[in-house]
Protein backbone atom coordinates (compact mmCIF):
# COMPACT_ATOMS: atom_id res chain seq x y z
CA UNK A 1 0.00 0.00 0.00
CA UNK A 2 1.08 3.34 -1.07
CA UNK A 3 0.36 5.33 1.96
CA UNK A 4 1.56 2.35 4.41
CA UNK A 5 5.46 3.26 2.62
CA UNK A 6 4.37 7.01 3.41
CA UNK A 7 4.17 6.19 6.88
CA UNK A 8 7.07 3.69 7.43
CA UNK A 9 9.31 6.33 5.28
CA UNK A 10 8.16 9.47 7.70
CA UNK A 11 8.55 7.15 11.05
CA UNK A 12 12.46 6.58 9.51
CA UNK A 13 13.04 10.31 9.05
CA UNK A 14 11.44 11.27 12.15
CA UNK A 15 13.72 9.00 13.85
CA UNK A 16 16.63 10.29 12.33
CA UNK A 17 15.96 13.98 13.01
CA UNK A 18 15.13 13.08 16.84
CA UNK A 19 18.78 11.16 16.99
CA UNK A 20 19.88 14.42 15.77
CA UNK A 21 18.22 17.61 16.20
CA UNK A 22 17.50 17.41 20.06
CA UNK A 23 15.38 19.62 21.54
CA UNK A 24 18.10 22.38 22.30
CA UNK A 25 18.86 22.44 18.51
CA UNK A 26 15.47 23.96 17.90
CA UNK A 27 14.64 25.82 21.05
CA UNK A 28 15.23 29.81 20.59
CA UNK A 29 17.81 31.50 22.97
CA UNK A 30 16.08 34.22 24.65
CA UNK A 31 19.43 35.69 25.48
CA UNK A 32 20.27 36.48 21.81
CA UNK A 33 19.74 40.06 20.98
CA UNK A 34 18.71 41.60 17.93
CA UNK A 35 21.98 42.09 16.72
CA UNK A 36 23.27 38.61 17.43
CA UNK A 37 20.34 36.74 15.74
CA UNK A 38 20.75 39.00 12.70
CA UNK A 39 24.55 38.24 12.42
CA UNK A 40 23.26 34.37 12.90
CA UNK A 41 20.78 34.98 10.33
CA UNK A 42 23.39 36.54 8.05
CA UNK A 43 25.87 33.61 8.37
CA UNK A 44 22.91 30.77 7.94
CA UNK A 45 22.02 32.55 4.42
CA UNK A 46 25.67 32.00 3.45
CA UNK A 47 24.85 27.96 4.70
CA UNK A 48 21.59 27.59 2.93
CA UNK A 49 23.63 29.33 -0.57
CA UNK A 50 26.83 26.78 0.18
CA UNK A 51 24.07 23.68 0.13
CA UNK A 52 22.17 24.89 -3.31
CA UNK A 53 21.94 22.03 -5.98
CA UNK A 54 24.35 23.77 -8.18
CA UNK A 55 23.85 23.55 -12.36
CA UNK A 56 26.04 21.51 -14.38
CA UNK A 57 27.20 21.73 -18.32
CA UNK A 58 29.25 18.60 -20.14
CA UNK A 59 28.51 15.01 -20.53
CA UNK A 60 27.46 11.51 -19.37
CA UNK A 61 29.00 8.30 -20.67
CA UNK A 62 27.40 4.71 -19.71
CA UNK A 63 23.52 5.96 -20.62
CA UNK A 64 22.03 3.57 -22.91
CA UNK A 65 21.21 6.08 -25.12
CA UNK A 66 24.34 8.15 -25.90
CA UNK A 67 24.86 11.34 -25.40
CA UNK A 68 26.87 14.52 -26.96
CA UNK A 69 26.13 16.77 -24.46
CA UNK A 70 24.21 16.80 -20.68
CA UNK A 71 23.42 19.75 -19.08
CA UNK A 72 21.91 20.72 -15.83
CA UNK A 73 20.25 24.13 -16.07
CA UNK A 74 19.58 25.20 -12.60
CA UNK A 75 20.50 28.85 -11.97
CA UNK A 76 18.77 29.26 -8.03
CA UNK A 77 17.23 33.04 -7.36
CA UNK A 78 16.89 34.09 -4.54
CA UNK A 79 13.85 35.71 -3.72
CA UNK A 80 14.78 36.10 0.12
CA UNK A 81 17.94 37.18 2.16
CA UNK A 82 16.99 39.12 5.27
CA UNK A 83 19.34 39.21 8.02
CA UNK A 84 16.10 40.04 9.80
CA UNK A 85 14.58 36.48 8.67
CA UNK A 86 15.24 33.31 10.01
CA UNK A 87 13.59 32.08 6.58
CA UNK A 88 15.40 31.90 3.18
CA UNK A 89 14.04 31.31 -0.31
CA UNK A 90 14.98 29.79 -3.37
CA UNK A 91 13.01 29.96 -7.20
CA UNK A 92 15.01 28.05 -9.90
CA UNK A 93 13.30 27.41 -13.11
CA UNK A 94 15.27 24.33 -13.76
CA UNK A 95 15.45 22.18 -17.24
CA UNK A 96 18.31 19.47 -18.13
CA UNK A 97 18.52 18.75 -21.50
CA UNK A 98 20.37 15.57 -23.07
CA UNK A 99 21.62 16.17 -26.60
CA UNK A 100 21.67 12.78 -28.10
CA UNK A 101 24.87 11.25 -30.11
CA UNK A 102 22.50 11.06 -33.52
CA UNK A 103 22.18 12.38 -36.57
CA UNK A 104 21.08 16.30 -36.40
CA UNK A 105 21.74 15.85 -32.83
CA UNK A 106 18.20 16.33 -31.83
CA UNK A 107 17.25 16.93 -27.58
CA UNK A 108 14.37 14.87 -26.97
CA UNK A 109 11.56 15.76 -24.33
CA UNK A 110 13.67 17.74 -21.77
CA UNK A 111 12.72 17.62 -18.09
CA UNK A 112 11.15 20.80 -17.22
CA UNK A 113 11.52 20.73 -13.04
CA UNK A 114 10.96 24.60 -11.42
CA UNK A 115 10.62 24.24 -8.01
CA UNK A 116 10.73 26.86 -4.76
CA UNK A 117 12.14 26.02 -1.88
CA UNK A 118 11.99 27.41 1.97
CA UNK A 119 15.09 27.17 4.06
CA UNK A 120 15.26 27.36 8.03
CA UNK A 121 17.31 27.46 10.88
CA UNK A 122 16.57 24.98 13.76
CA UNK A 123 19.39 26.59 15.98
CA UNK A 124 22.26 29.38 16.22
CA UNK A 125 25.37 27.15 16.41
CA UNK A 126 27.45 28.63 13.18
CA UNK A 127 29.96 25.91 13.59
CA UNK A 128 27.92 23.44 13.87
CA UNK A 129 24.33 24.47 12.17
CA UNK A 130 21.35 22.81 12.00
CA UNK A 131 18.26 23.52 9.61
CA UNK A 132 14.97 22.08 7.30
CA UNK A 133 14.52 22.90 4.27
CA UNK A 134 10.91 22.12 2.61
CA UNK A 135 10.36 22.27 -1.37
CA UNK A 136 7.67 21.84 -3.83
CA UNK A 137 8.56 20.58 -7.21
CA UNK A 138 7.10 19.89 -10.79
CA UNK A 139 8.42 17.56 -13.57
CA UNK A 140 7.48 17.03 -16.83
CA UNK A 141 8.81 16.73 -20.66
CA UNK A 142 6.51 19.22 -22.62
CA UNK A 143 4.93 16.78 -24.48
CA UNK A 144 1.17 16.51 -24.80
CA UNK A 145 1.12 12.78 -26.58
CA UNK A 146 -0.42 9.42 -24.84
CA UNK A 147 2.02 8.05 -22.54
CA UNK A 148 1.84 4.36 -23.63
CA UNK A 149 2.19 3.42 -27.38
CA UNK A 150 -0.03 1.15 -29.14
CA UNK A 151 1.50 -1.79 -27.41
CA UNK A 152 1.33 -0.78 -23.94
CA UNK A 153 5.01 0.59 -23.62
CA UNK A 154 5.81 4.25 -22.52
CA UNK A 155 5.90 6.26 -25.25
CA UNK A 156 9.90 7.84 -25.47
CA UNK A 157 8.63 10.10 -28.87
CA UNK A 158 5.76 12.56 -27.48
CA UNK A 159 4.37 10.20 -24.66
CA UNK A 160 3.12 12.85 -21.87
CA UNK A 161 5.53 12.75 -18.12
CA UNK A 162 4.53 14.96 -15.47
CA UNK A 163 4.35 14.84 -11.67
CA UNK A 164 4.73 17.00 -8.95
CA UNK A 165 6.19 16.37 -5.38
CA UNK A 166 7.38 17.69 -1.85
CA UNK A 167 10.47 17.32 -0.21
CA UNK A 168 11.79 17.53 3.17
CA UNK A 169 15.59 17.44 4.21
CA UNK A 170 17.23 18.22 7.96
CA UNK A 171 20.53 18.84 7.53
CA UNK A 172 23.43 19.28 10.11
CA UNK A 173 26.90 20.56 9.78
CA UNK A 174 29.96 20.99 10.88
CA UNK A 175 32.31 24.03 10.24
CA UNK A 176 36.08 25.03 10.83
CA UNK A 177 37.85 27.78 9.67
CA UNK A 178 41.59 29.85 10.24
CA UNK A 179 43.46 32.32 8.52
CA UNK A 180 44.88 29.65 6.11
CA UNK A 181 42.05 27.16 5.53
CA UNK A 182 38.53 26.61 5.61
CA UNK A 183 36.50 22.68 6.09
CA UNK A 184 32.98 22.27 5.93
CA UNK A 185 30.55 19.01 5.73
CA UNK A 186 26.89 18.80 5.86
CA UNK A 187 24.92 15.43 5.92
CA UNK A 188 21.52 15.89 5.01
CA UNK A 189 18.38 13.10 5.01
CA UNK A 190 15.13 13.60 3.63
CA UNK A 191 11.47 12.53 2.27
CA UNK A 192 10.23 13.01 -0.91
CA UNK A 193 6.37 12.57 -1.48
CA UNK A 194 4.76 13.10 -5.37
CA UNK A 195 1.13 13.98 -5.09
CA UNK A 196 0.78 10.79 -7.32
CA UNK A 197 0.03 9.26 -3.84
CA UNK A 198 -3.25 11.37 -3.73
CA UNK A 199 -4.17 10.87 -7.38
CA UNK A 200 -2.84 14.43 -7.97
CA UNK A 201 -1.21 16.47 -11.26
CA UNK A 202 0.55 13.08 -12.37
CA UNK A 203 0.18 11.25 -15.53
CA UNK A 204 -1.93 8.21 -13.95
CA UNK A 205 0.13 5.76 -16.19
CA UNK A 206 3.27 6.26 -13.69
CA UNK A 207 1.17 4.32 -10.89
CA UNK A 208 3.02 1.33 -10.04
CA UNK A 209 5.84 1.67 -12.26
CA UNK A 210 7.57 4.84 -11.14
CA UNK A 211 8.74 6.30 -7.15
CA UNK A 212 6.64 8.02 -5.54
CA UNK A 213 7.88 7.78 -2.09
CA UNK A 214 11.56 8.47 -1.73
CA UNK A 215 14.61 8.78 0.71
CA UNK A 216 17.09 10.79 -0.29
CA UNK A 217 20.60 11.46 1.22
CA UNK A 218 23.66 13.77 0.80
CA UNK A 219 27.35 14.08 2.20
CA UNK A 220 29.34 17.31 1.12
CA UNK A 221 32.47 18.12 2.02
CA UNK A 222 34.31 21.75 1.31
CA UNK A 223 38.24 22.17 1.41
CA UNK A 224 39.19 25.66 1.04
CA UNK A 225 42.91 27.05 1.01
CA UNK A 226 43.07 30.86 2.05
CA UNK A 227 45.02 33.88 0.64
CA UNK A 228 44.61 36.24 3.41
CA UNK A 229 42.09 36.50 6.69
CA UNK A 230 39.12 38.42 4.04
CA UNK A 231 38.55 34.71 2.55
CA UNK A 232 39.73 34.87 -0.94
CA UNK A 233 40.70 31.76 -1.76
CA UNK A 234 43.88 29.62 -3.38
CA UNK A 235 41.31 26.95 -4.52
CA UNK A 236 38.23 24.82 -3.11
CA UNK A 237 37.51 21.60 -3.15
CA UNK A 238 34.49 19.80 -2.82
CA UNK A 239 33.38 16.50 -2.43
CA UNK A 240 29.52 15.22 -2.83
CA UNK A 241 27.92 11.76 -2.26
CA UNK A 242 24.47 11.54 -2.94
CA UNK A 243 21.61 9.18 -2.59
CA UNK A 244 18.30 8.20 -3.56
CA UNK A 245 15.94 5.33 -2.53
CA UNK A 246 12.46 4.15 -3.47
CA UNK A 247 10.07 3.45 -0.77
CA UNK A 248 7.26 2.52 -1.98
CA UNK A 249 5.96 -0.25 -4.03
CA UNK A 250 6.10 -0.70 -7.82
CA UNK A 251 6.21 -3.34 -10.55
CA UNK A 252 6.84 -6.04 -7.28
CA UNK A 253 10.65 -5.11 -7.22
CA UNK A 254 11.65 -6.46 -3.75
CA UNK A 255 12.50 -3.70 -0.98
CA UNK A 256 16.39 -5.20 -1.52
CA UNK A 257 16.25 -4.81 -5.26
CA UNK A 258 18.72 -1.95 -5.07
CA UNK A 259 19.65 -2.41 -8.65
CA UNK A 260 15.77 -0.93 -9.56
CA UNK A 261 15.29 1.44 -6.32
CA UNK A 262 18.76 2.77 -5.45
CA UNK A 263 20.38 6.11 -7.44
CA UNK A 264 23.68 6.98 -6.26
CA UNK A 265 26.43 9.42 -7.19
CA UNK A 266 29.77 10.39 -5.93
CA UNK A 267 31.15 14.09 -7.52
CA UNK A 268 34.62 15.84 -7.06
CA UNK A 269 34.56 19.93 -8.15
CA UNK A 270 38.35 21.38 -8.24
CA UNK A 271 37.15 25.58 -8.10
CA UNK A 272 40.14 27.86 -9.05
CA UNK A 273 40.82 30.69 -6.79
CA UNK A 274 40.15 33.59 -9.98
CA UNK A 275 36.52 32.06 -10.29
CA UNK A 276 33.59 33.56 -9.68
CA UNK A 277 30.82 30.70 -9.04
CA UNK A 278 32.44 28.10 -11.83
CA UNK A 279 34.13 24.55 -10.81
CA UNK A 280 35.13 21.57 -12.96
CA UNK A 281 33.91 17.95 -12.12
CA UNK A 282 34.21 14.66 -12.21
CA UNK A 283 31.86 12.03 -11.21
CA UNK A 284 30.59 8.24 -11.23
CA UNK A 285 27.34 7.08 -10.19
CA UNK A 286 24.18 4.64 -10.29
CA UNK A 287 21.00 5.12 -11.87
CA UNK A 288 18.34 2.47 -10.68
CA UNK A 289 15.51 4.18 -11.86
CA UNK A 290 16.65 7.26 -14.19
CA UNK A 291 15.69 10.68 -13.60
CA UNK A 292 15.33 12.16 -17.13
CA UNK A 293 11.45 12.42 -17.41
CA UNK A 294 10.18 9.18 -19.31
CA UNK A 295 13.36 7.82 -19.75
CA UNK A 296 12.75 6.71 -15.86
CA UNK A 297 12.99 3.03 -16.90
CA UNK A 298 16.30 2.79 -17.57
CA UNK A 299 19.18 1.52 -15.38
CA UNK A 300 22.62 1.83 -15.90
CA UNK A 301 26.30 3.36 -14.05
CA UNK A 302 27.34 6.90 -15.59
CA UNK A 303 30.56 8.24 -15.40
CA UNK A 304 30.30 12.72 -15.79
CA UNK A 305 32.98 15.29 -16.71
CA UNK A 306 31.87 18.81 -17.26
CA UNK A 307 31.51 21.87 -14.99
CA UNK A 308 29.18 23.17 -12.46
CA UNK A 309 28.42 26.01 -10.96
CA UNK A 310 25.78 28.17 -9.33
CA UNK A 311 25.50 30.04 -6.11
CA UNK A 312 26.63 27.15 -4.07
CA UNK A 313 30.20 28.21 -5.74
CA UNK A 314 30.02 31.47 -5.20
CA UNK A 315 31.66 31.79 -1.38
CA UNK A 316 34.40 34.42 -1.76
CA UNK A 317 31.81 36.73 -2.79
CA UNK A 318 29.24 35.42 0.66
CA UNK A 319 31.72 35.31 3.21
CA UNK A 320 31.33 38.79 4.04
CA UNK A 321 27.59 38.97 4.68
CA UNK A 322 26.88 41.86 6.84
CA UNK A 323 23.92 42.32 8.84
CA UNK A 324 21.20 45.06 7.49
CA UNK A 325 20.59 46.92 10.91
Given at each position: ?18 LF?G??A ?31 F ?24 S?K ?39 S ?16 NG ?11 FN ?14 Y ?9 VK?T?Q ?12 F???Y??E ?10 N ?15 N ?22 A ?5 R ?6 Y ?8 N ?15 N ?6 Y ?7 V?G ?15
Open positions: MQIRSVIRALKFLLVFTSAYPISRSVQDTLTEKQETNASFNGIYRQNASPGFGNEYGNPIKTSLVADLNPNVVLLNNSRFFVLFSPRVKLRLLNARKAPVRSPSYMPGLKIYSRLNDREKPQFLSLAYSHHSQDGPTLDSIGRRGKGKFTTNYYTLDTVGRRNSSASNYGSLGIELHTGLNLGSKLKGNYGFVRIGSWTFDYLKHESVDHYQNHHRVQFKFAYIADDYKNYATNLQKLNTSLHSYQPGFTEVALSLGAGYRGQDDYIYFEDSSFVSVGVYVAFDLRKKSNLKSDR
